[in-house]
């Protein structure tokens, strides 16, 4: 079956324009995590969506948010975009709504975002 | 959050076992502790998972301490394939996260 599907993969955008981030998780899958991987701050969760809702959110500030679909698509958006924002972001689906329910979960190959 | 320590970098010989130790002193009763790993430019993959017995599957062996305070991923037969930075994260209870620096692992032949 397919995999974590996200789009685009690669992207260049101007300091303090907005970016939307999109990822398709696996089919039958309901949750989606997203990441943000930088060389200096590693792996850090952003948040997790279960059945269209915020299910947990990590220390980002308000400028990054998220939402699901009914079909489980996730997207995420970036306002007023900074420097400190060029970062792999990655995202994970699995079927439940918590990776402590024994579910692992899958990554997608990430959308690389250049801010310049 | 519960933390995860790993040592920075191994080096392993191609067809030997590789052991990359973590520790998670912090870990609660009822959170997993899980492997990934990631290969440059890749999203992380999957490697494996447990709770308090030791797991086994096509491509490792996971061995938890009986205090759960720490574990070890072994990759019986290392390739060089299996180069890349190895995690081992804690899913709190509330489904958040925390992913450390991971292990660099260099498989030389």
């Known amino acids: 079956k397919a995999g974590v599907t996200q789009t685009p993969r690669y992207l260049i955008k101007t300091r303090g324009q907005q970016v939307t981030l999109s990822c398709s998780p696996i089919?039958?899958?309901?949750?989606v995590s997203w990441y943000q991987q930088t060389p200096g701050q590693g792996l850090q969760f952003l948040f997790e969506?279960?059945?269209?809702?915020?299910?947990n959110k990590g220390n980002f500030p308000g400028r990054f948010s998220g939402r699901q679909f009914s079909n489980s698509r996730s997207e995420m958006n970036v306002s007023t975009l900074e420097l400190g924002d060029s970062a792999l972001y990655l995202c994970?689906?699995?079927?439940?709504?918590?990776?402590?329910?024994?579910?692992?979960?899958?990554f997608g190959q990430g959308t690389r975002l250049t801010v310049v | 959050d519960a933390k995860t320590t790993q040592p920075p970098s191994m080096d392993c010989a191609e067809g030997r076992a590789a052991n990359l130790p973590c520790n998670h002193s912090?870990?609660?009763?009822?959170?997993?502790v899980y492997w990934y790993r990631q290969i440059h430019s890749q999203g992380p993959q999957y490697i494996i998972h447990?709770?308090?017995n030791n797991e086994t599957n096509e491509m490792a062996s996971l061995i938890i301490t009986e205090d759960r305070k720490s574990s070890t991923l072994i990759l019986p037969h290392a390739t060089l394939r299996d180069t890349a930075v190895y995690y081992c994260?804690?899913?709190?209870?509330?489904?958040?996260?925390?992913f450390g620096d991971g292990t660099t692992l260099t498989v030389k032949p």
């Open positions: 089919s039958g899958h309901r949750s």
């Open positions: 994970a689906s699995s079927l439940g709504p918590s990776m402590v329910r024994v579910t692992e979960a899958f």
């Open positions: 912090t870990i609660s009763g009822n959170e997993y």
């Open positions: 447990g709770l308090k």
């Open positions: 994260i804690v899913f709190t209870n509330a489904g958040k996260s925390t």
């Open positions: 969506y279960f059945s269209e809702t915020q299910r």
